[in-house]
Nanobody, 124 residues
Framework: QVEVVESGGGSVEAGGSLRLSCSVSGYSYSTACRAWFRQASGQEREGVAIIDTDGRTNYADSVKGRFTIDRDDAKDIVHLQLNSLKPEDTALYYC??????????????????WGQGTQVNVSS
């Protein structure tokens, strides 16, 4: 069984920071990629950041320069550092894992394992 658990969400004012964490158990990180998605109220799910098994990353244009995805040395935890937060960043943030080496910010079907999400609220 594969389990995905997110944590670290909360409420901050614009310009603040949060650090989200994602743990994935039940499969080898060396054969999978991980991603962060978000879904704001009334909007479609959006890819935020990905990191593959080689440590390569990619980000949505809307968060480049503000968010950073990284992995723990043990390769069992992935973090998303959210800096310079804006009200439009308010959303439920999901961590997802794919069994495939190929990673994508837009192809949701690649991600077979999803967490329950952690809420990020940014006030103006």
């Amino acid at each position: 069984q594969v389990e995905v658990v997110e944590s670290g969400g909360g409420s901050v004012e614009a310009g603040g920071s949060l650090r989200l964490s994602c743990s994935v158990s039940g499969y080898s990180y060396s054969t999978a990629c991980r991603a962060w998605f978000r879904q704001a109220s009334g909007q479609e799910r959006e890819g935020v950041a990905i990191i593959d098994t080689d440590g390569r990353t990619n980000y949505a244009d809307s968060v480049k320069g503000r968010f950073t995805i990284d992995r723990d040395d043990a390769k069992d935890i992935v973090h998303l550092q959210l800096n310079s937060l804006k009200p439009e960043d308010t959303a439920l943030y999901y961590c997802a894992a794919s069994p495939y080496k190929f990673c994508s910010l837009s192809d949701f079907s690649l991600y077979k394992f999803w967490g329950q999400g952690t809420q990020v609220n940014v006030s103006s």
